[in-house]
């Protein structure tokens, strides 16, 4: 259980342009989801907390107008990079907290990554 | 913010025992966990201890927990290449965000 996937695995874009990353829990309901943010060689950059139903809230420093999130359902959140740059490129991880259901509440789980770079 | 820090590198020989350590702030941190990073992935988690524990084991996997000195370690029994991977350890902070780590590198050598 506590599987959470995310879609595109790996995308290539046109500077300017949009690019919209899903995150999917796919055997529990999630009313949080998390967006980071990693850097190669780095630890994981906390970009902003998805709650289903409300608006994202983004950690100091992110554009949030830059970095739309949308949490449409207890099972999916969106990330959305708004006219991309080559200095938006980077490794893009979501995790979700577990609702109920036998699992720890107080644990996130990872989606696989979504590997993002501007031309 | 809070503020957790691990060495960044770690190399042995498979079959031996490894230990990455790892220390943190936040006194009232109630979970602290491990998680495993392969190259191109996601995070998978490992294990993870609450803060009323000591040890937990789990397999090969050790987690040792001393609060007074908010330190942490993981104690990997008969390394194997396959653990070869960066490893973070994250405590769990207010509204439940994680701080991670820097991570660090584990090398197994055959």
């Known amino acids: 259980g506590a599987v959470v996937s995310q879609h595109p695995s790996r995308v290539i874009c046109k500077s300017g342009t949009s690019v919209k990353i899903e995150c999917r829990s796919l055997?529990?309901?999630?009313?949080?989801m998390f967006w980071y943010r990693q850097f190669p060689k780095q630890s994981l950059m906390l970009m902003a907390t998805?709650?289903?139903?409300?608006?994202?809230?983004?950690e100091q420093g992110v554009e949030k107008d830059k970095f739309l999130i949308n949490h449409a359902s207890l099972t999916l959140s969106t990330l959305t990079v708004t006219s991309a740059h080559p200095e938006d490129s980077s490794f893009y991880i979501c995790s979700a907290r577990v609702l109920a259901g036998g699992l720890s509440t107080d644990t996130q789980y990872f989606g696989p990554g979504t590997r993002l770079t501007v031309l | 913010g809070e503020d957790v820090e691990q060495s960044l590198f770690l190399s042995v020989r498979e079959g031996d025992s490894s230990v990455i350590n790892c220390t943190y702030t936040?006194?009232?941190?109630?979970?602290l966990y491990w998680y495993k990073q392969e190259p191109g992935a996601g995070l998978q988690l490992l294990t993870y201890?609450?803060?009323?524990?000591d040890m937990k084991q789990d397999q090969r996997l050790t987690v040792l927990l001393n609060k007074k000195d908010k330190h942490l370690s993981l104690r990997i029994a008969d390394t194997q290449t396959g653990d070869s991977a960066i490893y973070f350890c994250a405590e769990a902070g207010g509204f439940n965000k994680f701080y991670f780590g820097s991570g660090t590198k584990l090398n197994v050598k055959p």
């Open positions: 055997d529990f309901q999630a009313t949080t």
């Open positions: 936040d006194s009232s941190s109630t979970y």
């Open positions: 201890i609450f803060s009323n524990m």
């Open positions: 998805s709650n289903e139903g409300s608006k994202a809230t983004y």
